[in-house]
């Protein structure tokens, strides 16, 4: 499981705030493809 966030100007992370849950990036190309366009980060693959 991710422990930071990896949105621009996001610094979340389960040190910062241990009741905050983070997910990976999905597998399934339909949901990542939107999941990194609501990222925002260009040119960055995970």
Do not use: H, T
């Not at 499981?1 to 983070?22: D, E, W, Y």
């Amino acid at each position: 499981m991710p422990a930071i966030c990896c949105a621009v100007g996001c610094n979340n992370s389960c040190q910062r705030n241990p009741k905050l849950q983070f997910y990976s990036i999905p597998k399934e190309l339909d949901r990542r493809n939107k999941w990194l366009a609501l990222i925002r980060r260009d040119n960055w693959q995970p």
